[in-house]
């Protein structure tokens, strides 16, 4: 079976997978190293890769938590 290309999926995406807020999005953005990174999209437009989001979700489902990154040292 062929994996499907990239695709850059926008906040609203990322919101709604995660379950976060826009501010604890943006908090995480600049708090959590492991957060999906940001894309620049132009002007105030900003973008995620769909692989990197879903990543992101299928570990806080794991771990049951978003804050398990908190409390790994």
């Known amino acids: 079976m062929m994996k499907s290309p ?21 908090r995480e953005m600049k708090n959590n190293p492991e957060f999906p990174k940001k894309i620049s999209l132009g002007g105030r437009a900003i973008g995620f890769n769909v692989d990197e989001v879903d990543t992101f979700v299928a570990k806080i489902i794991e771990h049951g938590s978003i804050w398990w990154l908190k409390n790994e040292d």
């Open 6 to 26: 990239n695709r850059i999926v926008r906040f609203s995406y990322l919101m709604h997978a995660t379950g976060l807020s826009r501010g604890a999005c943006y």
